[in-house]
C-alpha cells in the first residue's frame, strides 16, 4: 500500500477526508494535497497516513469483496 490507495480506501470504507483528518489530528489540506499528486517528505502526517493505510488495507479488500458479491 501506498499513499496512491488513499482516496481508494477512503471511498470503499466512505470516510471522507475531514473524518480522517480528525481521527488521524493532522491538517486535511494534507490529505487533499496528497490525493492531487502531491508527495510530501516523510515527516509525522506521512507516517501517520500510512499507518492508517496498512491498518485499513483488509477491511477495504473485505468491503470491496462485499460489494462485488452483492452485485452478483
Excluded: C, Y
Excluded at 486535511?28 to 493505510?53: F, Q, T, Y
Amino acid at each position: 500500500m501506498s499513499l496512491d490507495e488513499l482516496k481508494h480506501i477512503r471511498g470503499l470504507l466512505g470516510i471522507s477526508q475531514n473524518k480522517l483528518a480528525k481521527q488521524l489530528r493532522i491538517d486535511p489540506a494534507i490529505i487533499s494535497r496528497i490525493e492531487h499528486g502531491w508527495r510530501p517528505k516523510r515527516g509525522n502526517s506521512v507516517m501517520l497516513l500510512e499507518a492508517w493505510i496498512i491498518t485499513h488495507e483488509q477491511e477495504s479488500i473485505r468491503q470491496l469483496k462485499l460489494t462485488f458479491e452483492g452485485q452478483e
